[in-house]
């Protein structure tokens, strides 16, 4: 299934991303991986044993998009991974600098590489979008009101595309899974690593690893196959806000 085809991976410079290209190689894919730090894109490519290009785009630039995934015919499979939380907080506490880094890269970035690339996977009457969503667009957690409301809208992007491209061949799915441990708590903390360290004290999260084998599954099936969503849980963890964590020595 994957063996031969081309696949397009947004925010593959580091965590879930990464793992999807290291995961798509060895299936057999090629790869055109994008995010805004080549440097980081650069050392994930140097470990794959495939042909993969290298795309230094912001997901937030639409021209720079379509200018990157616009003009070309040949993306078999996007995965929609690029995304941040930027900030931790009551609503009315909130920067809305933080509201518009995450609405434009969530929302906007999927919009836009989907936009970009869907109109050539109709013409070619086949292709594959794999979101990555979150636990958090099914449920709203306190403090995260912004990042959950922003993948609660790839939720409903991804059942709207889907019924958009009905009868089309396209396929629609969404990956959405709770606690992963890569960058993304960093980031959200601006940078704080301590602070990020305690999101995951205590409890075995997943690793980017276990969601790049859902996605490349999920992108793996017959053409006439079409996942849904996958939801995926570390062990310790029930819903949005109730996890296991065991004392600290
Ligand atoms: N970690 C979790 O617990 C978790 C749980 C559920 C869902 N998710 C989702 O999983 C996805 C990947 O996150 P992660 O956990 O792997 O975090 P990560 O390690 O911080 O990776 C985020 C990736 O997105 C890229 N990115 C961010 N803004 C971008 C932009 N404007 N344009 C292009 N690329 C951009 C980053 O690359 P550059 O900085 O180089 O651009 C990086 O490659 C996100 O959509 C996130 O919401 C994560």
């Not at 995965?79 to 609405?103: C, H, K, T, Y």
């Not at 019924?163 to 990956?175: A, K, Q, Y």
Request: glycine content about 10%; overall charge negative; aromatic content about 4%.
């Amino acid at each position: 299934m994957l063996v031969d085809s081309t696949v397009a991976i947004t925010g593959a410079s580091s965590g879930i991303g990464a793992a999807c290209a290291a995961a798509f190689a060895k299936a057999g894919a090629r790869l055109v991986l994008c995010a805004r730090r080549k440097d980081r894109l650069t050392q994930v490519a140097g470990n794959l044993d495939t042909d993969v290009e290298l795309l230094q785009v912001d997901v937030r630039d639409r021209a720079a998009v379509d200018a990157a995934f616009g003009g070309r015919g040949d993306i078999d499979v996007l995965v929609n991974n690029a995304g941040l939380a930027s900030g931790f907080g009551p609503l009315q506490e909130g920067d809305p600098e933080d509201w518009d880094r995450m609405i434009d890269t969530n929302i906007k970035g999927v919009l836009n590489a989907t936009h970009a690339v869907v109109p050539s996977m109709v013409r070619r009457g086949r292709g594959h979008i794999v979101n990555v969503g979150s636990v958090a667009g099914r449920e709203t957690y306190p403090n995260g009101a912004v990042y959950c409301a922003t993948k609660a809208a790839v939720d409903r992007i991804t059942t709207g595309l889907r019924m958009d491209l009905l009868g089309t061949g396209v396929r629609v799915s969404t990956v959405d899974p709770g606690l992963v441990e890569t960058e993304f708590s960093i980031v959200r903390f601006h940078g704080d690593a301590d602070r990020a360290a305690q999101v995951y004290e205590g409890l075995t999260p997943l690793t980017p690893d276990d969601v790049a084998d859902a996605v490349v599954w999920v992108a793996g099936r017959p053409a006439h196959v079409q996942v849904a969503d996958v939801v995926l849980l570390a062990t310790d963890q029930a819903s949005a806000t109730r996890v296991a964590r065991r004392p600290q020595g």
